[in-house]
């Protein structure tokens, strides 16, 4: 048996039948990234004390004969954005270089109590900001499929370490597209639950209105499993809200056909790569022949998705990054003389130009005189995306596009033009403005063997759809 | 060019940043060419649309109420350790890169 490539319920199994132990499956996956990591990068930290303390518990379980939980015995990774007590959380950045977390964020406690084993902390953009893991104030990560090329942003780590088989499952964030495209890029499945599905708490604030907790993994009834473990009511985190969480694994099951899928023209135009566009339109072929109803659907505000997440995002940015004053937590620049020289330098050497950037962007957006030309602007056509989507979904189930209008480009190739490098996210930032969910999927190779994503989109907490339809479109490819 | 290298320093300084005389110039290339991109929202007319600051006040709150009264499932009793006990002293004061063991310590706040 190959351990390192099992699924969730295949590594419960085995060590619930014991077939293997949680602590076997944990030596064999720290052998595989011992082994392969140096060239990839997907991890940052690796929390070895905490995998065997806690393989340990689920091995005692498993030989006393009881039930295992749903993860019990999973090795999974966890995105550098979200803390962990007592494991060095850097958010990508030098400015939390020596970080430990006191407390746990919400989804890591609700994975561990679940019998997750944490085998580490994964490679991110710094402050989840980028397209490509290039922002990574550590080092790059590439692309498993082919090194020379990037994994996607910002969870770039979360996505190469599911593809190359270092983890079964792993905790990544989206606040633009950061799950889904770079599971496209790696060929792993990635999803992103409704705003408020998830609790934020002891997420590394990036957006606050956007920023959202999810899945990445190498099937869709994983990604089932995952959600179902992390979603739900946190009081902690007063965002997160009170919507019952239905069985997603039982739904899987349920029927595609006499489902609408709605595909949009605004998603196939100028921009889209012409393999990626092929891929696309045979799965949703694929999805027709299983009995969907393939529906045409306007989703017109779609060019003003770019530019409206740029002012919003950096906007709450500029505002959550100010708590990094090097006082309470975080690097401080040790020659300077008065507090705000302290200020000033800590925040200088310790963001990398891309958060400065943004910082920069979003300061200027929300500054007087601009408030209304830029952020008050970015709001109400915030409110126009967000209809665009309640009339769409008045006529169908869900929305079929690519995830992403490329398969993954070459480390380097963007770097030096931030716009460029923006409108990487174009197809994904639309369902974060709206609040609604997302799954990417693969759905077939470029000529250069590189994963194209198909990107399915809900309703509000009605992951259950896309996950039925993702879950179909799998089994039948 | 809608950004000046006089805007640079000025929202620098708001956003307690220093820049390098090179960030300087990345920065005020970056920002007009990522702004004129940003303009093509004046492009839509917005005067009667309302704007968003976030989803979470559209779903799962209580319709039939206004104001904060919809987010009644939000809020809980005000009382000493509600949700969880307060971090230690101590563990509160582990990550800073200076105390005296009861306060943070800064450079100083006065010159003279």
Redesign the interface.
């Known amino acids: 048996m190959d351990l390192n490539s099992l699924t969730i319920d295949a590594a419960r199994s085995a060590v619930q039948a014991k077939t293997t132990t949680a602590t076997s499956l944990a030596e064999a996956f720290y052998s595989k990234i011992q082994r392969d990591d140096p060239q990839i990068g997907s991890y940052l930290m690796l929390s070895k004390d905490r995998a065997f303390a806690k393989a340990a518990e689920i091995d005692a379980l498993a030989a006393k004969g009881e039930k295992l939980p749903p993860l019990g015995g999973v090795p999974i990774g966890i995105k550098d954005v979200m803390v962990t007590r007592g494991v060095r959380t850097t958010a990508g950045s030098k400015i939390l270089g020596n970080y430990v977390p006191p407390y746990d964020c919400t989804a890591v406690a609700r994975m561990e109590a679940a019998g997750a084993i944490v085998l580490g902390k994964l490679n991110c953009d710094e402050f989840a900001m980028g397209s490509s893991n290039e922002n990574s104030a550590w080092h790059p990560v590439h692309n498993p499929r082919d090194l020379s090329r990037v994994p996607g942003g910002s969870s770039g780590g979360s996505a190469a370490a599911v593809a190359a088989d270092m983890a079964v499952a792993t905790l990544g964030s989206d606040t633009g597209g950061s799950i889904r495209q770079p599971a496209s890029f790696c060929g792993v499945v990635g999803l992103m639950p409704t705003y408020g599905r998830v609790s934020r708490y002891g997420l590394i604030a990036f957006a606050s209105s956007l920023d959202r907790i999810g899945p990445l993994t190498k099937t869709v009834r994983d990604a089932a499993i995952v959600l179902h473990t992390i979603a739900g009511r946190d009081p902690m985190d007063a965002t997160s809200a009170e919507v019952p969480v239905p069985d997603y694994v039982a739904g899987l099951e349920k029927p595609v056909r006499g489902l609408k899928l709605g595909v949009a023209k605004e998603y196939f135009g100028e921009g889209l790569d012409p393999e990626v566009k092929e891929s696309v339109k045979a799965a949703i072929q694929k999805l027709s022949q299983l009995g969907c109803e393939i529906v045409p659907v306007s989703l017109p505000h779609t060019e003003y998705a770019i530019p409206t997440y740029y002012i919003v995002a950096t906007a709450e940015a500029s505002s959550n990054l100010a708590r990094f004053d090097g006082v309470r937590y975080g690097y401080r620049a040790s020659d300077a003389r008065t507090l705000s020289e302290m200020y000033r330098r800590s925040r200088d050497h310790g963001f990398g130009a891309e958060v400065k950037r943004r910082i920069m962007l979003g300061t200027y957006a929300l500054s007087a005189g601009y408030y209304d030309a830029y952020y008050l602007k970015a709001q109400k056509v915030r409110t126009l995306l967000v209809r665009d989507f309640e009339e769409a979904f008045k006529n169908v189930d869900a929305i079929v596009t690519p995830t992403s209008p490329t398969a993954a480009f070459k480390l380097g190739e963007k770097v030096d033009d931030p716009l460029a490098m923006y409108l990487a996210d174009i197809f994904t930032v639309t369902a974060d403005l709206a609040g609604i969910p997302g799954i990417s999927i693969p759905c077939g190779e470029t000529k250069e063997n590189l994963p194209v994503g198909l990107q399915i989109l809900g309703k509000h907490f009605d992951e259950a759809t896309i996950l039925r339809v993702a879950h179909a479109y799998e089994q039948a490819a | 060019m809608k950004?000046t290298e006089k805007?640079?320093g000025?929202?620098?300084d708001?956003?307690?940043?220093?820049?390098?005389e090179d960030?300087r110039a990345?920065?005020l290339r970056?920002?007009n060419?990522?702004?004129e991109?940003?303009?093509?929202?004046?492009?839509?007319d917005?005067a009667n649309?309302?704007?968003?600051?976030?989803?979470?006040d559209?779903?799962?709150v209580d319709e039939s109420k206004t104001g904060s009264a919809r987010?009644a499932?939000?809020s809980?009793e005000d009382i000493l350790e509600g949700?969880?006990k307060s971090?230690p002293h101590e563990?509160?004061l582990?990550?800073?890169?200076?105390t005296d063991g009861t306060f943070?310590k800064?450079?100083?706040?006065i010159?003279r």
């Not at chain 2, 708001?14 to 390098?20: I, Q, S």
């Not at chain 2, 649309?49 to 979470?56: E, G, K, L, N, Y």
């Not at chain 2, 582990?94 to 200076?98: F, M």
């Not at chain 2, 800064?106 to 706040?109: D, L």
């Open positions: 950004v805007d640079v000025y929202v620098a708001l956003a307690n940043l220093e820049l390098t960030e990345h920065m970056d920002l060419s990522i702004l991109y940003i303009d093509r929202l004046n492009q839509r917005t649309v309302s704007p968003m600051a976030q989803v979470s559209r779903y799962g987010f499932y939000a809980r949700l969880r971090l563990v509160a582990e990550n800073a890169p200076d943070f800064v450079p100083k706040v010159e």
